[in-house]
């Protein structure tokens, strides 16, 4: 296990901050990115954030997680969490735990957003605290690192 945790971020991710903003918040991705840095460096782990449009990019970067035994991966796949059966089996392909992440809560809005293909193989998701969701992504992360996570 190493102190690498991945942050993959998913379709239209890259327009945070302008998309949307009364559901996504105003933060940008790459605001996120460096309120991240600081948060990992502080908890002594290397973070590399990642955005793709593309479902086979997301697919790549989970089996090099895999392949670096990466600590976790922070995975907000967007609006793929939704339709992705290759992201599901990424995600059971590697040893590594992921954690799922969204900046609103799919739950509380339109019924095709209810079903998630990367919650039943995750390690667990944070949803609905804006960019927040990914700070607490980070502590948990962490928390796995010292085995404080169950
Ligand atoms: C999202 C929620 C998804 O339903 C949506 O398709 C996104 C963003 C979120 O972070 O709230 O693109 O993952």
């Known amino acids: 296990m190493s102190d690498l945790v991945l942050v993959l ?3 239209n991710l890259n327009l945070l901050g302008s998309r949307e ?6 933060d940008t991705l790459d605001s996120i990115a460096a309120a991240l840095s ?3 460096e502080a908890l002594g782990i290397e973070i590399d954030l990642r955005q793709s449009n593309h479902e086979g990019h997301l697919v790549d970067w989970l089996h090099e997680a ?3 035994s990466a600590l976790a991966v922070i995975l907000n796949a967007g609006a ?3 339709t992705s059966v290759a992201i ?3 995600i059971k392909a590697i040893a590594v735990p992921v954690i799922e992440v969204h900046l609103s809560n799919p739950h509380a809005r339109e019924a095709f957003r209810h079903t998630s293909f990367i919650s039943p193989v995750a390690k667990g998701v944070i949803s609905g605290f804006g960019a927040r969701s990914y700070a607490l992504a ?3 992360a962490a928390a796995l690192r010292q085995g404080t996570a169950q």
């Open 88 to 90: 599901h089996d990424a």
């Open 21 to 26: 903003p009364h559901i996504y918040g105003h």
């Open 66 to 68: 895999g392949g670096r």
């Open 80 to 82: 793929y969490t939704h």
């Open 9 to 11: 971020n998913g379709p």
């Open 138 to 140: 980070l502590d948990a």
């Open 38 to 40: 600081d948060q990992a």
